[in-house]
């Protein structure tokens, strides 16, 4: 009797094991489902292109000009169509030329009930003076890539995160006189931070309290043609995992001419005052050219920062790659 009732003991036993076995198979092969069907959207590179070419329309976008004011009218529409939460943030600015302005930075968000954040950052204004161009220094620039194809890559993206949720939550923050520095031949009184003051502001002033993403990534002048994007040294100093992040998936998504792991010195950039003054580790998606004086675009601060500058291949490589990070977070 004992022997009888150890043997449908074994059985059951071998039973159990066989369905617990058989269940955590397919929990696995359905898990192995889940992520091969994670649907990432395609980047529209036209779309973004259309983006350019509106914001350059506008004419020049220095601060308190009347492009300026016709571009933040056209962001405030465009944003409050596809974000779920979009918040302006204002605040009175005095440039090195002693001008008072009053600053404008856009915070989009998407799914803000979520704790779990990643941002992105461009700057929407231009440069007010052409100073690395060897005529009409003193006159303002369109700033097709240096302004407006970051901010196109993240319309495009905000576009798509309209259409398609992902699970993270999103920020796209847009900042305004990143470009009002101090020439280097200013008669003015020499004025310490001149550069990134949109940045700058809202790093001391967060637009909601103990705002904290898990990393940032700012995008500037990413539309040149050829244009390759390196480890720059502050980006590298402070996030280091970010960059490895993105430059392998876009390796991984045939974008390697693009992104190099080459290290090149670090640059006064929105990303530089977000490291200083925030805890959120961002890095530079920017264009470095060694061949040019100021190894950036060719075309940096020039009247050449045209529509002739914006190449849509470029364009889609870096969006791509930001949307399949974005879509797998």
Known sequence: MIKFYFSHLYLILLCFLFVACLSEKNNANKLKQEKKTVSIPKFNKDSAYYFVKKQ????????????WANCSDW??????????????????VTTYDQKQHKLKNFIASFSPQK??????????????????????????ILGANDGGSGVAVLLEIARMLKIKNPKIGVDIILFDAEDYGQPEQSMFPIMQDSWCLGSQYWSKNPHKKNYYAKYGVLLDMVAGENAVFTYEEGSYYHAKEILDKFWKKAHQLGFGHHFSFQRTKQIIDDHYYINLLTAIP???????DAGSKSNFNKHWHTHGDNMNNINKKTMYAVGQTLLEIIYTE
């Open 75 to 92: 962001l405030e529409k465009k944003l409050k169509k596809y974000a779920d939460t979009l918040i302006i943030q204002t605040a009175p």
């Open 282 to 288: 961002t890095i530079d998606i920017i264009e470095y």
């Open 56 to 67: 350059v329309d506008f004419g020049p976008r220095f601060l308190s000009s009347k492009g």
């Open 115 to 140: 704790n779990n954040r990643i941002a992105f950052f461009a700057h929407w204004d231009t440069r007010h003076v052409a100073d690395y161009d060897t005529i009409n220094q003193d006159k303002p």
